[in-house]
């Protein structure tokens, strides 16, 4: 049975509208992409159509090649031949001698986008999704975007949305001149025929986005670019090909031609060589915010999942969370109302550990309490089989200990999950050293088809994430205590890049939670942790963050967040208790310099958790400050922004703050190591010994 079609409409006017119809997002299959060469042709052939609109059917554009076809490529040629096919098709449309305009509402992704492209004009409408999305599956677009987007948008934005495989909205596609214009969904055909007729009729120009070059930047800059966007992807992934080829592609266009550029794409599909095991089914214990958020994201992507709580009260409550979830989809029109229900049927709510004997993932989610994560570990260990991964949502205890009650240590994992769960797409695996490497390749595939970026850290209170930006609120709070202003702090962070500044942060996640993370903290790190009497003064007076309406702000209805000078009281009486005298200089400083003293001390933790070999790499520190915590990706990630600076002068600078604030600000040994051979942060053990051989044996 053929895998979704195209069917075109030839009106009076003389504009033959073609549809691709593949529900739910209109995929590129084969049977799509053959379908809409023949209407294509068709077109051109007869003699009452003058100009053609391409548009979906339904509220999607195309959200690109089937992806599902993926998994039947066996070889990388029958990808070619894919591609192969295109080329030629997307020739016919570009050098036909009708013009093509694409009505766009929806998601046009991928291939959908780089379709659109080779019309000579692009009418969205406001809930259109415009991006070139390939890179996060492993292959590089492959049906002419390396060369039509960069003409379109320029390099820097180009190389931008491949490389983060990011959409963007009407709004931003129209700015950049990626959409010619943005209308409402109830003139979008008529205003696509429109448009296409005002071509044939010389009204408006006829466009070939694959010979533009007004956007392009000289080739001295773009080589600068292309550089740039190198050396960022390789720290950011250095395993990865794709990518390069990717860049390689657009080079080569620019150098040689847009030709050149088309032939030297040669897709690649990654291959990690792993062998993940089935999992069919998965058990969550407890279903607060983080495990109903988890549960929904599982029926999401098709897992059925028993859902377990202590009574009917907190079962329910939790059940009401995933419906909501999954009903703001359905409000959205990003889901229907028979998926809603086939997706909810996917949940069974219980109150004891029956079902879970045949589950193959259980996934605790209770409070932070490592009583009640023993014991439940030590039920888990009883009811669940004995292949079952035992995995822990906790976001700072020790796993170690977690387990310490069971004998099933080589299958506890972490599957640490960031909040708010459904928007941060970062997942931290966490492997102890007693941890099966099944476990965690299995637990990997689950994350990916999760839709989430899992990266694997080692085991430690915080683990990788948490600890490296523990230090971004203690930072904050100690310059509070010097003499700082709370907002003052918020706005350079938030000048800075951050979506929401520290304490800002600290009232949506509330301060109960950051007092049980201090906690953690200070009992496994003491000497690392500046001891602040802010937040438990605060607490004392019932302020505990957004939930309360009263944190470090003031709330009013929908997450309006006003300041409140109340907070000076607070402010007053931390200062007595830390016998902090304010320092004036601190006052002088500039936005900048400000970001720097609360980031310097998060650059030095990630550099403490690289030493310790918590975290591998240094892109993944990147990959994780990103995605984790909201660090600005333009920055490149943490480790990469630092490097910018160069470990001398963060080394110096904290060095400073160390004499005359606090003993939180001192150098780590590997950042002291680095800033001493005057190498970059991201260099390893082995490079750090290469370069004092070289040393000892430049002075024999
Ligand atoms: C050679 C070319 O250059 C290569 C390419 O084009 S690679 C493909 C690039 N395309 C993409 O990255 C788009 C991926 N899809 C998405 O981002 C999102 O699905 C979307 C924004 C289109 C829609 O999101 P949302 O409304 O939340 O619906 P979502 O549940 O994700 O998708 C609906 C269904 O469409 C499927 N789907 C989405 N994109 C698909 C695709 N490209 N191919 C096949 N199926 C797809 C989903 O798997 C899902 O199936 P299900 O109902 O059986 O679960």
Redesign the pocket.
């Known amino acids: 049975m053929a895998k979704g079609r195209t069917e075109m409409e030839v009106g009076s006017d003389g504009v033959a509208v073609i549809y691709v119809a593949n529900p739910?997002?209109n995929?590129?299959s084969i049977d799509v992409l053959f379908s809409l060469k023949g209407h294509y042709e068709e077109a051109l052939r007869r003699n009452d159509v003058k100009a053609i609109v391409l548009t979906g059917s339904g509220r999607?554009f195309s959200?690109?090649?089937?992806?599902?076809a993926f998994a039947d490529i066996r070889k990388p040629e029958q990808l070619k031949d894919?591609?192969i096919l295109?080329e030629s098709m997307t020739d016919i449309f570009e050098d036909a001698g009708k013009p093509s305009v694409a009505a766009i509402d929806g998601?046009a992704?991928?291939?959908?986008l780089?379709l659109s492209m080779v019309c000579q004009a692009r009418i969205s409408t406001p809930n259109a999704?415009l991006?070139?999305?390939?890179l996060?599956?492993g292959?590089?677009?492959?049906?002419g975007?390396t060369q039509r987007l960069p003409r379109l948008v320029g390099l820097t934005k180009a190389l931008e949305m491949m490389m983060l495989?990011k959409?963007i909205n009407a709004e931003e596609a129209h700015e950049l001149g990626l959409v010619d214009a943005v209308v409402s969904p109830n003139d979008l055909l008529n205003d696509a025929r429109r448009w296409a007729l005002d071509i044939c009729e010389s009204k408006r120009p006829w466009v070939q986005a694959l010979y533009k070059t007004d956007k392009l930047e000289s080739p001295e800059v773009a080589r600068e670019i292309l550089n740039s966007a190198r050396v960022l992807s390789r720290k950011q992934a250095a395993n990865l090909q794709h990518p390069l080829v990717c860049i390689d592609a657009v080079e080569e266009g620019i150098v040689s031609g847009p030709r050149a550029g088309l032939r030297k794409q040669v897709?690649g599909i990654t291959d990690l060589g792993l062998t993940p095991r089935k999992v069919s089914k998965v058990a969550i214990v407890g279903c607060g915010l983080m495990g109903s958020v988890i549960a929904t994201a599982l029926i999401?992507?098709?897992y059925p999942v028993i859902l377990k709580e202590v009574n009917e009260k907190s079962l329910n409550a939790g059940i009401d969370r995933i419906k909501e979830n999954l009903l703001s989809?359905v409000r959205k029109g990003?889901?229907t109302k028979e998926?809603y229900e086939k997706t909810l049927s996917l949940l069974t709510g219980v109150l004891d550990y029956e079902k879970f004997k045949t589950v193959d993932l259980a996934i605790e989610a209770v409070v932070e309490n490592v009583k009640l994560k023993q014991q439940i570990f030590a039920e888990l260990e009883q009811h669940c089989p004995s292949h079952c991964i035992l995995a822990t949502n906790t976001s700072t205890i020790d796993l170690n200990l977690i387990g310490e009650k069971t004998n099933s240590q080589e299958r506890i994992v972490g599957t640490h999950f960031f909040a708010p769960a459904h928007i941060m797409p970062l997942l931290e695996i966490v492997r102890t050293p007693r941890a099966s490497l099944q476990a965690v390749v299995t637990l990997l595939d689950v994350g990916k088809k999760i839709k989430k970026t899992p990266i694997v850290v080692g085991n430690c209170t915080g683990f990788a994430v948490y600890r490296m930006f523990f230090p971004y609120t203690q930072a904050a709070l100690l310059l509070v205590d010097h003499g700082m202003d709370v907002y003052k702090i918020d706005q350079a962070c938030t000048e800075f890049g951050m979506s929401i500044g520290p304490f800002r942060m600290t009232d949506l996640v509330g301060f109960g939670v950051a007092l049980a993370t201090g906690m953690q903290f200070l009992e496994n790190f003491p000497e690392l942790v500046y001891k602040l009497m802010l937040i438990p003064l605060m607490v004392e007076d019932k302020r505990t963050g957004e939930a309360s309406q009263k944190g470090f702000y003031r709330y009013e209805g929908k997450r309006k967040a006003s300041p409140d000078p109340e907070i000076m009281n607070y402010v007053n009486e931390s200062r007595r208790i830390a016998g902090a005298t304010p320092d004036p200089e601190l006052l002088k400083l500039d936005n900048s310099a400000i970001a720097e003293m609360v980031f310097f001390p998060v650059i030095n933790e990630a550099c403490r958790v690289l030493g310790e070999g918590i975290a591998f790499k240094a892109s993944d520190l990147d990959i994780a400050s990103i995605f984790g915590m909201g660090f600005p990706p333009y920055r490149g990630g943490i480790m990469h922004w630092a490097d910018s600076i160069g470990a001398r002068r963060i080394c110096t600078m904290l060095s400073e703050w160390e004499m005359k604030y606090d003993q939180f600000f001192k150098p780590c040994s590997h950042l002291l190591e680095r800033a001493g051979a005057g190498l970059p942060l991201s260099a390893s053990a082995t490079m750090m010994m290469n370069q004092a051989k070289t040393k000892i044996l430049g002075g024999c």
């Open positions: 739910p997002v995929a590129l999607s959200a690109g090649l089937d992806i599902s894919h591609c295109i998601p992704l991928g291939g959908g780089e999704q991006g070139l999305t390939e996060q599956f292959v590089i677009p492959g049906f975007g495989s959409p897709p999401l992507s098709h989809r990003k889901m998926k």
